[in-house]
């Protein structure tokens, strides 16, 4: 169950959030808290709101009815001071691959008036973390393998050392060295008081490393789980998670049968 926490700052929040595209409703009355400093899950299945959700916080989609505020900012009156405040991963690779990755990430810092000092501070830092060689830092992205696309999304993504990080499946390409240190990063990051947002298909990742995670199931929140406040839960969500959608395909096929 849910643990409500009402001595915690919430980094996010959204309230009674509806989306539709056209006339098919994919998003109805999600109500989230974020806390700062948590590493928060987000899992279900393909098609049922996850991706949807992540660009209604960012910003990039548009929202029928209800609210978000990011640090108790409205995502509607002012977009680009919350934007300043994330860090995004996308499911697939997005940067602009005519360039280099030392071009692109230097791109990136500019937008968010990043100064030279700390960009090459950050650079360096970040370049150690993914184990980027130095000599792929000049060549085009064009020519990078999926993994090393990935890598440069993440650093893109930390550049300006957001408040709140959000990742849309962030493992996707990453070998298992990689992936390791994504999750130990994630888990240093909240310890600054920063807070992660994740969503995966992953649910071992997650039942691992997130403080709580919420199902979501054909657009709504089924539940929300506190794995901080009940460990034993960590063995069980997957269980939980497999049991929901089971019993969802086999009410789908007793209906078209």
């Not at 009355?29 to 899992?43: M, S, V």
């Not at 150690?128 to 696309?149: A, C, N, T, V, W």
């Not at 929901?244 to 395909?249: P, T």
């Amino acid at each position: 169950m849910e643990n409500i926490n009402i001595n915690k700052n919430i980094a996010i929040k959204l309230s009674n959030l509806n989306k539709s595209y056209s006339k098919k409703q994919v998003l109805f009355d999600i109500n989230l808290d974020i806390y700062e400093g948590e590493l928060f899950g987000f899992i279900g299945k393909n098609g049922v709101g996850k991706s949807t959700t992540i660009e209604c916080i960012l910003g990039s989609k548009l929202f029928d009815t209800g609210e978000i505020l990011v640090e108790g900012i409205n995502i509607k009156e002012k977009p680009i001071e919350v934007k300043k405040m994330i860090g995004y991963v996308a499911s697939e690779p997005t940067c602009y691959e005519d360039m280099t990755g030392a071009k692109y990430l230097e791109f990136v810092a500019s937008i968010y008036q990043i100064s030279p000092q700390i960009f090459v501070k950050n650079l360096d830092f970040l370049v150690k973390k993914f184990e980027f060689k130095e000599e792929d830092l000049y060549r085009q992205i064009s020519e990078y393998s999926h993994g090393m696309k990935q890598k440069v999304c993440l650093m893109a993504s930390l550049i300006h050392n957001p408040k709140i990080w959000i990742l849309d499946e962030p493992t996707v390409g990453l070998d298992a060295m990689s992936a390791n240190e994504l999750s130990l990063l994630m888990k240093d990051y909240v310890k600054h008081g920063n807070t992660v947002f994740v969503a995966s298909h992953n649910i071992d990742l997650i039942a691992k490393l997130c403080d709580r995670v919420a199902i979501i199931k054909d657009g709504k929140i089924y539940n929300i789980y506190d794995l901080k406040r009940e460990p034993s839960l960590r063995n069980r969500i997957q269980n939980i998670f497999l049991r929901l959608y089971q019993e969802k395909d086999k009410d789908d096929r007793s209906i078209s049968s």
